[in-house]
């Protein structure tokens, strides 16, 4: 029953899991795709190898720092989404662009080493999924923080290895969409030719859709995470939602925990905005 409580919990991550992974595989040949998305999935179940005892560690000799960790990871992602609403005015489009064309000419220049290139980009994959996987472990840890010992060691080692196997599955498939849709184009059958055609136009808007659920999610686990850490803020929302009851009182409930964490997350961006300008870098910079 905990495992399904954390699952459901946790899922709200899985959209921006997805998307993130499936965008740091982009700049790979064709043919090391899934060897890249492999080789990022080993260092995702590393950082849960490390993060997991750690969980359990805080929890038998530190439960009380549960509430204010779950809440800045939940920080975290409301500034993370705000940021990716933000970014197009807080970074500059010719960074982009040259970060692009950087990736291009790695890949057509014989002369850069494409193994090398390619652990550039297991690198920050791990480096981005570990802060995500803190964030899933996090989340599960406040679900079973008053669970007996041995179930929070197989609660936790069970979403770990769910979320990872979840997660880089669906990535493999996402990245191989596009091959499958050409294989299909190609195929004898016009049936199978329609049918790669389709997912070829739909593999893109897949894409889009996974980055927006990504974004949302942030708000609404974020949110929520905050809104539950302060008992009065949570009070109110309830004596707002309880009343209308159903579908109109999950709505108000989750649109508010949307609404609070956009609120904080803008907080926090123009926080981090003007330290890195008194700092003298703008914020394309520091990214």
């Known amino acids: 029953m905990l ?27 064709a043919d090391r795709e899934l060897p890249v998305v492999w080789a990022v999935a080993k260092g995702s179940l590393l950082n849960k190898a490390i993060l997991v005892p750690a969980a359990l560690l805080i929890s038998a000799f530190a439960p009380w720092a ?19 609403l933000a970014h197009k005015l807080l970074h500059a489009k010719a960074d982009d662009e040259a970060a692009r064309a950087q990736r291009q000419q790695a890949l057509a220049d014989p002369k850069i080493d494409p193994v090398a290139f390619e652990k550039d980009k297991v690198k920050g994959a791990v480096r981005t999924d570990f802060i ?45 969409l596009d091959d499958a849709g050409l294989a299909l184009s190609r195929s004898a059958s016009s049936g199978l030719r329609s049918l790669g055609r389709g997912i070829l ?16 999610a942030m708000f609404l686990v974020g949110g929520g995470i905050l809104v539950h850490g302060v008992p009065a803020v949570a009070h109110t929302i309830e004596g707002f939602a309880e009343p209308l009851g159903g579908l109109a009182g ?19 961006l123009a926080v981090v905005t003007l330290v890195q300008r008194l700092r003298g870098a703008t914020p394309a910079q520091a990214h």
């Open 250 to 268: 999950w709505l108000v409930s989750n649109l508010a925990n949307m609404a609070v964490g956009a609120v904080a997350g803008a907080i926090i």
């Open 66 to 84: 549960v509430t204010p960790l779950l809440m800045l990871g939940g920080a975290f992602l409301c500034f993370e989404g705000v940021e990716k």
């Open 132 to 176: 995500l996987s803190a964030e899933i472990i996090a989340i599960t840890l406040g679900t079973v923080a008053d669970a007996p010992f041995t179930t929070q060691v197989v609660v936790l080692v069970g979403i770990a290895l769910l979320m990872t196997a979840g997660v880089y599955g669906l990535v493999a498939g996402i990245v191989k």
């Open 201 to 216: 136009a739909a593999a893109p808007w897949l894409m889009k859709f996974l980055s927006v659920a990504g974004t949302a």
């Open 3 to 29: 495992t399904k409580v954390a699952t459901k919990k946790t899922a709200g991550v899985l959209g921006d899991d997805l998307a993130l992974n499936a965008q740091q595989v982009t700049g790979v040949t």
